[in-house]
C-alpha cells in the first residue's frame, strides 16, 4: 500500500511540475520588484545578458543599451539579468543597481530581478532552460539570444561585445 501511494504521489508531481517550453512560459520578477511579463516578447527575439556592476564588462552596458535602442523597433527586446554568482561583482540592492545602470549608461531596457544562474540549488528556471543541454554560463554578460519562438537560437561569450558582427548576425537572422 505504501508503495502504491508512493507511486500515486509520484505521478500526481509529474503531473504538475512540467518543464516549460519557451522563455514565454517562465515567470519572473523585474529589478523594481514588480512581474516582468515574457510571455508580451512572443513574436520578439530576447537577447538576456547576466549582468553586473563590478564586473571588467560593465562597461557593455552602453552597447546593450545602444543595441536595444537601434533594435527595439525591429523585432529585438535586450533584457539585463543582474546576478552575483561570479566573482560576487554584483553585490547590490535592487534600487541601487537601477540607479547605477540608469545613472553610468541611460539604460531603458528591461532588467530582471537578481537571480541565480550558476547551475545547481537555487538556478533560477529561466536559466536552466536558457542553459539546458549546454554548458552553464561562466562569467558575467554571457549573451543568450532567444528567437521570437521563445528558443535558444546563439549563445555568446563575455567578450563579444553588443556590436560584434557576429551577434549582429544573428540578431539579424532572428528578427528578419
Given at each position: 500500500?505504501?508503495?502504491?501511494?508512493?507511486?500515486?504521489?509520484?505521478?500526481?508531481?509529474?503531473?504538475?511540475?512540467?518543464?516549460?517550453?519557451?522563455?514565454?512560459?517562465?515567470?519572473?520578477?523585474?529589478?523594481?520588484?514588480?512581474?516582468?511579463?515574457?510571455?508580451?516578447?512572443?513574436?520578439?527575439?530576447?537577447?538576456?545578458?547576466?549582468v553586473a556592476s563590478e564586473c571588467g564588462y560593465t562597461g557593455q552596458y552602453r552597447g546593450l543599451q545602444m543595441l536595444h535602442q537601434q533594435m527595439k523597433d525591429k523585432g529585438l527586446?535586450?533584457?539585463?539579468?543582474?546576478?552575483?554568482?561570479?566573482?560576487?561583482?554584483?553585490?547590490?540592492?535592487?534600487?541601487?543597481?537601477?540607479?547605477?545602470?540608469?545613472?553610468n549608461f541611460g539604460v531603458t531596457f528591461p532588467l530582471t530581478e537578481k537571480i541565480r544562474i550558476a547551475p545547481g540549488k537555487g538556478q533560477h528556471p529561466l536559466y536552466s532552460m536558457l542553459t539546458a543541454g549546454g554548458d552553464p554560463v561562466g562569467w558575467n554578460f554571457e549573451k543568450i539570444l532567444v528567437g521570437p519562438d521563445g528558443k535558444v537560437a546563439k549563445r555568446f561569450t563575455s567578450d563579444v561585445e553588443p556590436d560584434d558582427q557576429e551577434l549582429l548576425a544573428a540578431i539579424k537572422q532572428v528578427t528578419k
Open positions: 500500500m505504501k508503495t502504491l501511494s508512493f507511486f500515486l504521489v509520484t505521478l500526481a508531481l509529474v503531473g504538475v511540475v512540467t518543464a516549460a517550453d519557451t522563455v514565454h512560459d517562465i515567470t519572473i520578477g523585474a529589478l523594481n520588484g514588480k512581474a516582468l511579463d515574457l510571455k508580451s516578447f512572443k513574436g520578439r527575439a530576447v537577447l538576456f545578458v547576466n527586446v535586450v533584457v539585463g539579468v543582474p546576478c552575483n554568482d561570479f566573482g560576487g561583482q554584483e553585490p547590490a540592492a535592487p534600487k541601487e543597481i537601477a540607479a547605477f545602470c540608469k545613472k
